[in-house]
Structures are given as C-alpha cells and as structure tokens.
C-alpha cells in the first residue's frame, strides 16, 4: 500500500464494502482476511485487499461484482474523493484458478502523479466450523465468520497458500488470543477437507526454521510498512520481526503438531 495514499486507500475500501453488503450482488458474500480485521476490529494492520468467502460460483460472483461496483461505487469515488475509476475481472496467469476469482480496482486523480491506488478484491472460500454471523458498523450488516473460523483461516493460509504471505503470520500474532481450547482438533479436520498433507505442513514448518532470516525480514516488512506506526514502534521494541515469527511460529506447532497428533 502506498502511504501517501494509505488513508484513501482505506476510505474508498470501507466504501466499497458498504456497497456491496448493501446491494443483492452482495447478499451471503462473507467478509473475511485482513481488512475484516481492520474494518470490524479496529486491527493495527492495514490491508490493501477486500477478501470475501462465497460459497456458489465464484466467476458469476465475479462478474456480478464488476457491474454492481462500476455502476454504484465508481460515480460515488469521484463524487465524494474526486477519483476517478476502472473495475475489472483480474486477467492474466492466475486468472482462472478454480479457488480464487479476483476482481480489480484502480482509481486515480487526474494529473496527480502517484495518485494511483489499487485495491484487489478476492473471491474465494474458506472452511468453516461455525455458522455463517454477522456485524454490524455504521448501521450496515457485515456478514462474516465466527471469530475461531477467522483466526484458524490464517493458520491454514499458511499452509495451503503456494507462495506464503507473511502478513498471515503477523494477523496470527495479533489474533492468537481468539484461538479456541479445541482449535487444534477444528484444524486437523480442516487441513484434512483440503487434503493438506502431513508432509506438506511438516515441510513448511521445517521452512521456517531453515531460514528464519528471511521470514523474519520478511514479516519485519509487514510491520513497517502495514502496521500503525505507534504499534509497529511497540512491536520493533520488543524484537520485532523475529519476535512475531518466533510467537507464531510456537503457536502453529501448538495447533499443528501437538505431540505429532495435530495432522493425520
């Protein structure tokens, strides 16, 4: 996320999402991922993405989306921020993944140079124990998951992404505390639905401590450039990118491979 832009960024996603939990293109569209922690739980942790759980037809969901979104939200950018605006199907080589259908947003002001904000929205789904709930903010109702499908979805992020994000790593330290007593026996049910390998989890863990330099840098990224500057000060005294992946990496071995019994 641009930091000059990082407070737009975040007015135009809140509107976003009141558009869309509004509109019938929205209806059962579950809010998740890391701007539900920002929106809906004041999460020191910026996000530069939307994502929603769907449970029908991603790529109709998608579509549906590009129009309710150019319809409704580009005249309400420009009339309330002065942007102006494009929505999109994501295109390129990922663009037909089967578990994932993006769509993109681009706004910009005209003749401003670094003006350009981007802001992907993710269709997707996730696993989930508990009922569909909702929340509410500014009036509007939010559906999302249940506080432990939320936090458990960061656990499995880590290990069913092909290419880690390390911002998972950094919302699992922020939110450990919401972690249930049996959130280990939920995991091994939910790694086990999405056919995560025993093998596959011990590799990613083996991972972390093989180069802990790195995913220590690399969640230090996070922390710089993502976190409010009072809480990234907060967090860098008390160690800082490796403190977080040290924590996290402790309660993944908790869940996962308690006594070996966490995956089977």
Known sequence: ???????ETETIQRIAARVIATHPAGRNLVLIGGFRYR???ESVR????????????????QLELVALLSRVLLPEI???????GNVNPHIGPDAESPAVRTVDLAFWQQAVPDSRIEIPIELTRIVCADPIT???AGGTIYPTVSEADMV?????????????????????????????????????VKLRTLNISVAGVQERIADFGQH??????????????????????????AGGGRMVLETSLAVLKRLILPDGEGVK
Do not use: C
Request: glycine share 4%.
């Open 152 to 188: 458990e979805s960061k656990v499995i992020a880590v290990f069913n992404r092909r290419e880690l994000q390390h911002r998972d790593i950094v919302d699992l330290f922020l939110f450990q505390n919401r972690l249930l007593p049996g959130s280990g026996q939920r995991l091994a």
């Open 39 to 41: 929106f809906l739980d």
């Open 1 to 7: 996320m641009n930091a000059d832009n990082k407070e």
């Open 78 to 84: 420009r009339r309330k921020l002065q942007y102006e």
């Open 46 to 61: 910026a996000s530069d993405d939307i994502d929603y759980h769907w449970a029908g037809d991603l790529e109709q969901k």
């Open 212 to 237: 802990a330099g790195y995913h220590a840098r690399a969640v230090q990224v996070i922390i710089d450039t993502q976190l409010d500057s009072p809480s990234a000060a907060q967090v860098n005294d």
């Open 134 to 136: 909702v929340r509410t």
